[in-house]
């Protein structure tokens, strides 16, 4: 199966299963659920489609890799494509089985399972995503490097983002994604589409700078393929 197609439908899985969770079981799972659901999700694909893309379901994720130079520009390109259409289809998708709700759904009132902010800053959103970005591609990147985890790797890595979630969704939603922040958003529009640069620009930002360690020998990197998981 072509790389491209996996990390699309690797990032449909992570959005569809995820904000699904956050649209018809977050009053039943509760946040420590909704943690559990993405991270899981993204244990599943790594052991699903990794072998074949690296499963990155995440153009931060993808960014990080290409800054660390395990990634080619072509490639960088092509997965942050992918990954944002499966977002958005996965969020499409979503939307019609919404619509299908008894007495029908309210997007405006009841939200789409969109990133944002309110309770905190936008200063302190700002700052978690990039600081737990930062932090997660330390994860993966040598989680999967030579002497990493090895074959636990996905478990690692889906495990490091249920952590994420549970610190941080009260603060900014624990996106840590730009993909999966778009896709909601452009459905939720409003409030979700004005504070979607946050969730673009802080992830990119770790991102980057998690890459540039291990690329400088801050980290050490290791050698290895160029996959997440």
Not at 20 to 30: D, I, K, Y
Not at 105 to 112: E, I, L, T
Not at 175 to 190: D, E, H, I, K, Y
Not at 209 to 225: D, N, Q, Y
Request: include cysteine; glycine fraction near 14%.
């Amino acid at each position: 199966m072509n790389k491209y197609v996996c990390e699309f439908i690797g990032t449909f899985a992570l959005v569809f299963f995820g904000c699904a969770t956050v649209l018809f079981m977050r009053s039943e799972v509760g946040l420590l659920g909704v943690a559990i659901a993405f991270g899981l999700s993204v244990v599943a694909m790594a052991y699903s489609i990794g072998p074949i893309s690296g499963a990155h379901l995440n153009p931060a994720v993808s960014l990080g890799f290409f800054v660390s130079g395990r990634m080619r520009s072509n490639d960088l390109i092509g997965y942050v494509v992918a990954q944002c259409l499966g977002a958005i289809v996965a969020s499409a998708v979503l939307y019609v089985i919404v619509q299908g709700k008894g007495g029908g759904y309210d997007v405006a009132a009841n939200g789409f399972a969109q990133n944002g902010w309110s309770a905190y800053s936008a200063a302190s959103a700002f700052l978690f995503e990039a600081v737990a970005t930062f932090l997660f591609l330390l994860v993966i990147l040598r989680a999967t490097a030579e002497g990493g985890a090895g074959a636990l790797a996905g478990l690692a890595i889906g495990l490091t983002l249920v952590m994420i979630h549970l610190a941080g969704i009260a603060v900014s939603g624990a996106s840590v994604n730009p993909a999966r922040s778009l896709g909601p958003a452009l459905f939720a529009g409003g409030a979700a589409l004005s504070q979607l640069w946050l969730y673009v620009v802080a992830p990119c930002l770790g991102a980057a700078v998690a890459g540039l360690a291990l690329r400088t020998g801050i980290i050490a990197a290791g050698e290895a393929e160029p996959q997440a998981a």
